[in-house]
């Protein structure tokens, strides 16, 4: 088995705990793919280490990084991360309904998908990446991965950051009720 089919095993073991994945449902149906000679797998020369595909339902690592390569250089954790921040957009996209309301904007300022524009230099007291300042999309996906590694539990240098704990709060109240829709 190789690197990215592991740690995309080890990821879905975590969305089973969290309860967001169970036999047949829509994250049941995500799956990974390791490109190496399509099209799709050449998004990766633009930065990407990998990218959720709303038109197939798929993760992608991109065809330039070998197998291993990624562990290798950035480490196991690292391509955790990749595919935690992949199953948050996975997760936006199959349960569209909890990403559409009040609840959502009022903690990510805006309805998912909206692109957003940052000025200033202070990020770090609202966002938990620079990457997560693009878009809500990216954010929530940012968010969502930090909350699967820390399985669930806050970073103490978050604790006194307003927007950031009202997002996480609004993230674990989306897998709360997702999970609920197993009963």
Request: charged share 30%; glycine share 12%; net charge positive.
């Amino acid at each position: 088995m190789g690197e990215v089919e592991k740690a995309f095993n080890k990821v879905r073991k975590e969305l089973e705990g969290m309860g967001l994945l169970f036999a047949g449902w829509k994250l049941d149906k995500v799956d990974c793919y390791h490109e190496r000679f399509s099209v799709g797998g050449l998004y990766g020369f633009g930065g990407a280490m990998g990218f959720f595909d709303p038109d197939d339902g798929d993760i992608h690592i991109p065809a330039f990084y070998p197998p291993g390569l990624l562990t290798w250089w950035w480490g196991e954790r690292q391509m955790l991360d990749v595919l935690r921040h992949e199953f948050g957009h996975a997760v936006a996209d199959n349960y569209r309904k909890f990403f559409r309301g009040g609840i959502f904007k009022a903690a990510f300022g805006a309805s998912c998908g909206a692109k957003k524009v940052f000025e200033g230099e202070d990020w770090e007291s609202e966002y938990v990446s620079k990457y997560a300042t693009t878009a809500t999309q990216e954010d929530f996906a940012e968010t969502f991965m930090l909350y699967m590694k820390h399985k669930g539990k806050l970073p103490t240098r978050y604790r006194g950051k307003r927007a950031i704990v009202k997002k996480w709060k609004t993230v674990g109240r989306i897998i709360r009720e997702i999970s609920a829709l197993r009963k």
